[in-house]
């Protein structure tokens, strides 16, 4: 027979801590404490497999789980020497919800079960204490009424407060019996007039109510909703803990309380909490109440304090984990209820971690798996300082991480101009390509429109700028320079401040604290990590400034730079523009000529940057038309230039300008003219990038520094395109070598980032000395999402739950990962020590990362500020692997 | 050693008929006739291998190759009893080309190699034919001098037809020994004063200079350009043919011809060809002397004529097909110099296999490989009168078969209107969905820009709509409604002339002769195919006219009707864009109500047609922006009226569209809100089409019709996508049902046409009754190619070698086509009898369909037109597989 229920109190559980599947969380802590014999009182836990049986039976329970429902509920009756609904020794119990994994405040609870007209008087008699039992019946009335019976918490307020005010209390603790009775009277009334049925008398139909309720919370809409932000499994179901009640709210020499091990804030080594005498545990919550810090608890009762600090103490040893406990007071007689790890922010994370190994407590294996990568975040951004008093304008999503205060301007060339003088945030309906000058003077960006996976968010996480999307709230004028949200305008010049890691909008300047990567507990943390990870982490950087930036977060290299970015530049653009309206080669030969200075400029800056680093280049990716003005204003300018009768040569200009952009006009640019295929149309566009790149590292190597570039050419589907690129390359490269006397080592290598590329990897692995996924575009299109468009169905896929998560964020393991492993397979078949790496948006997400461990890549590339997380994400990957015994194995 | 060169003459030959590879068409040809005791003048084929050494030996032969030419030319003097550069029985010879698989007129030749002053004496004195010795001499030397060493040909011809008039000659034939003479005087000063040297004398210079030359020609511009377009691989290397010459400019009893055992255009066995006496090789073709028909031989030389009949008969006999043949009579003495499988038109094709059959000369196997299933195409559509004078006035890509006269209009409105009284042809610069309506009433379309596989072709080739694409010399002015072409103008009324098959356009109206496939050889042809081939072939239909088209050409189903094209029609699209304007889903449930009606009488129509065969109708799929009028073009009457100062409530109201027009804009809607995410987001979309297909199947059924219809749902990529679209297919079904008290059987699937849904097709095919590859777009992902914008690019691609076919016309097997193997071998992991089949363009492409039957699909479906093509490709795969002993294996 399949045990379904476990029973612990007298000193022993049947369950165990490490029981969380069966037992939840609380469940398991409340065995551990019992069996490690601290003072729990006693109770049984009834499994998370009832609550699939549970659902499965249509919301009932079969005869065989109730009847060691009852076995148990004996054994309680046995050990507390109380009975339920017994005249002389009453039980009371709580009827609590525990899953897995914590969610705190998502499922039901139901305390002082058991009370009745009758055993509410022995309660009475047995404590002398009327006012409790009463007290402690209107609870329970309440609590079950809105629980189980699903009557509305404002009904019994309502009356709670009408009796209160009568009776001129002013606190809970004022009211007088005959009003508590007062109260239960009325709430049984409301619960008959609601339900067309007594308030359950019988204290085995209200324990049935109850277990049936905590089951029936698991699938609350609050708590499939924490389940999908928290992306815990809807399969795991909850357990319903049953635990003799004891008192908080018996009088003065009861109390209650929760508190953590250490500060769950800072990460300090402190005895952290608050309590609340004569109280019962949703006092503390409620905030009705002011709690006391919990030190006061050693001037209030010094035992009982003495006694909690060395029974904490003994639970963070025995877990080996900061935690988060919570106790009860009986008559000065100290109950634990609740032990388990405690939450806690990314400082605090990383402290506790480093802590624990110096005191010994843990491995640094297991440090290593107590930080969760993303909160990293919260280090490595200046952050706002948390004393600040700051007004929330609006909140948007959390695109790019940071905490900056600048003037709002409203376009990109306002943004230059006003850069100079001050700190800027640019403020959009959403950004485009050429904005990027104006996105990269601005210590913020916030376009009112976009996505997390928009232009703009993209631009601004991998140039580290602090950016806030899609506050949907905020209204912008773009021709009046105005921005409003809700009753309030703010114009160019007026103070923000972003907060990028919240998506928080604040008026005015908010004071903020600086990062420091290289120091302190983080830096240790990090080598730790270090020395355990396997792949390498390289950054996607394009100007010297975030290689930079790159190198001071721990990046072993540039793993894709972006050259277009260069040619987005305010001083570029028109050579670029030129060039491409040129209608012969020479022509555009001319342009490129003009350019050839600055790229070899930019890839100069790289290079001593990255001295002794390789950095991998990308050639000229987008489709051309993206320099271009947009084809839609010409038209519209044009429209209304006639419409006016304007000047006819002027008409006559931009009539042929509009020529040209229509011809390069796209309906699809995504899948258009772009990638190796401009190299291939325009081979002197490759040809002048390899040369501002071979110029650039023959002139850095004779510095006297260590160059390794690695020529990266992307869109690559048929390996023929491959091929012709990697000819010019290699023939550009003799030339400028021959020219200098000097040869630089370098490495010609491949974006995979289409599926046919994946596919055909074996043939493209003849030519390529390296790969690199490029898994941002290999999700459009193995999905046929365009990042640009499907934000909004991705968002509503996954409230729909067709979709676990945004495959654009992390990694979608079964189709685009299965194209990943198969690109590695074929172009390892092909070239055994072929190297691979990934430089698409995926490299700074941890779950990606470890993927990308798994499957054998050789390095991951994200943004800068990402780079500590993946390198934290990258170690923890070795952790899981070793600890489930596959060491070296590759998926 | 290798054998290099093969010697034939003396009623034997080294070579063989069936080494191909090795010597080539013409020289396998020869030395096959030479075995078979047949007149040919003797000689040797220096071998295609050859032609590999001579590109990889830097256009040289090496030592041991020239060696074994050598020993080859002496056996050829022996037999010949003559010798090179004898001034008494001097040998003359010819050097031809002869690849593998014939490129007529690609490759050179040189006739009369040899002569020089001494010998030309020679051959005079032994002729005694002073006047055919110079002739022969004059001709070597234009020819050598043209082809070797590469004097423009008009060069010679200007020296020629001075001295013919200089000598009062009316014919080549009466020019005087002494011009000839002075003639090659004056050709040898032009080679003199051209290539600063003599001519050389020496005739095994001479032999080697030809030889050279003709391996040379391989990859001149027009042998690279005809190989492209015939598919022919670049690797194969041409065969050089040396072969002693006969003469049939002798004299009067002296001639030269060609012909074919049986009528090319037509198929009738008739002797046909033509000839000419006293003349060579290049004289028939070159038309300055008009030849005899063939008959004629039979009066002029009856004991020649009757000797050739045997001979051909024979030839026809062994090679059992078609012979296409080459002869010269030198004073009465038949040679054969070339037999050949002969070319010829589909209808020839077709009724030439089907006679060989009944005359028991070949199998119904080889029959079926007879014929090229391309062709077919000629005998589907109505064809142009060959007899008919046309003025051709411009040449674009031929999109959609089909002969079509009709009288121009430059709008799908104007299309409307004036197909009431006239068939029409719609000339546009490109055309949009939009446009449909004006599609449907035409009889041909003229996109101007568009290319091969975008909309306009696309459609039209699914209507059977004769249609000329990108027909780029013609320039079209929509507004003014003028078409401009050279220094012609055409306007709305005048008529043209469409040739879809050869993408001609005439002036006028051309005659055509009407075409019917299921009457004499044709359906007796296609019997034979039907009774071999494996593959089930279905017709993509959106309309029971096009069902009825696709029922008469023998489809056995729909493998595809594309809802979406009866929401295009002009009675439902206001409807439809009410429909997608709607604020609520009640106001979307109204206007889909209104919808209801229409759509179910359009699958009324289709059931009753297809009466007994399956229907698989796709739901709704392309972005509901493509219903609504486009972006741009409000933004630029927007910015006119404002700017014009217009009506402020129209002004209002277009800005109100505007902004929803917006609002549904995406940037790349390929990969946008579009397939079965559009009934995600609006499930009573698909309710509605559901309900329309359920109540007109029960409809029909209850006439006594059988209804099979077979549910699509598009785009989907997350198995949970399919079981969404599947509960509402059910519940709807089930619905409509129980109402009507009939049940109809009926399936659900899905396309599979991203590369996700192939990569997880195991847990796709868990809820998929059937699948069907959508290779258009999965083509587009995959390759990330735009079919709409990618069309130059793939161009530019195949004429740089970098692709070898248009990837959206014949189906790539190394990329997509791995991808639809891993979906079919998923799909029947998880359901071993799932069925599967194909519904993009690549149904209808020949090669494509042998790979559907490769890979073990069930059926494929293409355009009405193109079944039989589908029909006879399916057979050939099946006989493919058989001779090369693969029987039944699937790759």
Redesign the interface.
């Known amino acids: 027979m399949q045990k379904y229920v476990y029973f612990f109190g007298g000193g022993k559980a049947e369950g165990k801590g490490d029981m969380k599947d069966t037992l939840g969380g609380k469940g398991a802590g409340l065995a551990e404490m019992t069996n490690a014999g601290l003072p729990v009182p006693p109770g049984f836990t009834i499994s998370t497999d009832v609550c699939k049986t549970f659902y499965d039976n249509n919301g009932k329970l079969s005869p065989e789980i109730q009847a060691q429902i009852d076995e148990a509920l004996g054994r309680l009756e046995g050990v507390s020497e109380q009975k339920l609904g017994s005249t002389e020794h009453p039980l009371l119990v709580s009827v609590r919800s525990g899953a897995k994994f914590s969610m705190p405040g998502m499922m039901d609870t139901i305390l002082n079960l058991g009370l009745n007209e009758t055993t509410v008087k022995a309660l009475s008699s047995r404590t002398g204490n009327d006012r409790f039992a009463w007290d402690s019946y209107r609870r329970f009335i309440q609590m079950y009424g809105n629980v189980v019976l699903q009557i509305e918490k404002q009904a019994f307020d309502e009356i709670f407060d009408n009796v209160k005010e009568k009776a001129h209390a002013k606190l809970d603790t004022d009211i007088p019996v005959a009003s508590l009775q007062e109260i239960v009277k009325r709430y049984k009334a409301l619960v008959k007039e609601k339900t067309k049925a007594d308030f359950p008398d019988d204290p085995r139909q209200q324990l049935q109510g109850a277990v049936y309720a905590v089951f029936g919370s698991w699938n609350n809409p609050r708590a499939i909703h924490y389940r999908r932000m928290n992306k815990i499994s809807e399969s795991l179901g909850t357990a319903v803990n049953v635990q003799a009640m004891v008192f908080g709210n018996m009088g003065d020499t009861s109390g209650t309380g929760v508190g953590f091990t250490r500060n769950p804030s800072t990460g300090e080594k402190e005895f952290y909490g608050e309590f609340l005498m004569n109280a019962q545990g949703e006092d503390v919550v409620a905030g009705i109440r002011t709690p006391l810090p919990i030190g006061e608890l050693n001037r209030v009762m010094p035992d009982c304090y003495k006694q909690l600090r060395e029974i904490t103490d003994r639970l963070e040893r025995h877990y080996r984990d900061m935690q988060d406990f919570e106790f009860t007071i009986q008559e000065t007689r100290l109950y634990m209820l609740q032990t388990r790890n405690g939450k806690r922010t990314g400082k605090a994370a990383v402290k506790i971690a480093a802590d624990m190994v110096r005191e010994k407590l843990i491995s640094s294996d297991e440090a290593l798996m107590r930080v969760e990568p993303s909160q990293l975040d919260q280090l490595l951004h200046p952050i706002l300082d948390p004393k600040a008093q700051a007004k929330e304008l609006a909140k948007g999503l959390p695109a790019s991480p940071g905490a900056v205060s600048g003037m709002i301007v409203f376009s990109a060339n306002d943004a230059v101009e006003k850069a100079k003088k001050n700190r800027v945030v640019l403020v959009r309906k959403e950004t485009v390509p050429d904005d990027i000058h104006g996105m990269e003077v601005a210590v913020g960006i916030l376009p009112s429109r976009c996505g997390m996976t928009s232009h703009a968010a993209v631009v601004a996480r991998g140039m580290g700028i602090c950016c806030v999307v899609g506050a949907e709230s905020i209204t912008i004028d773009e021709k009046n320079k105005v921005l409003r949200v809700g009753d309030k305008t703010l114009r160019e010049g007026d103070w923000v401040t972003l907060e990028g890691s919240t998506g928080r909008v604040f008026e005015g300047q908010v004071p903020t604290i600086e990062a420091d990567p290289n120091s302190g507990d983080f830096a240790e943390f990090m080598a730790m990590a270090d020395k355990v990870r396997r792949l390498g982490i390289r950054a996607n950087a394009d100007i010297p400034r975030d290689a930079q930036v790159a190198r001071k977060f721990g990046a072993e290299g540039i793993g894709l730079c972006r050259t277009e970015h260069m040619f987005f530049a305010k001083d570029r653009l028109p050579h670029v523009q030129k060039m491409i309206l040129s209608n012969t080669e020479a022509e555009r030969r001319q342009h490129l000529d003009t350019l050839l200075p600055f790229q070899r400029a930019d890839f100069e800056g790289l290079f001593r940057e990255m001295d002794g680093l390789p950095v991998t280049i990308r050639l000229l990716d987008p489709p051309l038309h993206e320099f271009l003005p947009k084809?839609?204003e010409l038209?519209?300018?044009?429209?209304?230039l006639?419409?006016?009768g304007g000047d006819k040569k002027e008409i006559e200009e931009k009539e042929k300008l509009l020529h040209r952009v229509e011809a390069l006009h796209?309906?699809?640019?995504?899948?258009?003219?772009r990638?190796c295929?401009l190299g291939?149309?325009y081979p002197e566009i490759s040809e002048m990038q390899c040369r501002a790149i071979f110029e650039a590292a023959v002139k850095v190597q004779k510095e006297g520094k260590t160059v390794k570039p690695e020529i990266m050419i992307p869109?690559v589907?048929?390996p023929?395109?491959l091929q012709?690129q990697k000819a010019i390359v290699d023939r550009v490269a003799q030339d400028v070598f021959s020219k200098a006397g000097v040869k630089v080592e370098y490495m010609t290598g491949t974006m995979i980032?289409?599926?046919?590329a994946s596919?055909?990897a074996d043939?493209i692995a003849e030519t390529a000395e390296f790969f690199s996924f490029g898994t941002n575009?290999l999700t459009?299109?193995?999905?046929?999402?365009?990042r640009?468009?499907?934000g909004?169905?991705i968002a509503?896929?996954i409230s729909?739950?067709?979709?676990k998560s945004d495959p654009f964020q992390e990694l979608?393991r079964?189709?685009?990962g299965?194209?990943v492993k198969m690109g590695i397979e074929k172009g390892r078949a092909t070239r055994p020590k072929l190297k691979i790496g990934i430089c698409g948006e995926h490299g700074g997400d941890p779950s990606s990362v470890e993927f990308c461990d798994q499957v054998g890549l050789d390095y991951v590339s994200c943004s800068p500020y990402r780079v500590p997380i993946a390198r934290l994400a990258a170690a923890q990957a070795v952790v899981a692997r070793k600890s489930s015994g596959e060491r070296g194995r590759t998926v």
Request: charged fraction near 35%; hydrophobic fraction near 40%.
């Open positions: 084809r839609e038209m519209v300018e044009l429209a209304t006639r419409a006016k796209e309906i699809n640019p995504m899948l258009g003219h990638g295929r291939i149309t869109l589907v048929v023929k395109e012709e980032e289409l599926p046919r596919v055909v043939q575009d459009q299109t193995t999905f046929g999402f365009s640009d468009d499907a909004k169905i509503d896929y729909k739950g067709i979709l979608d079964d189709g685009v299965a194209l």
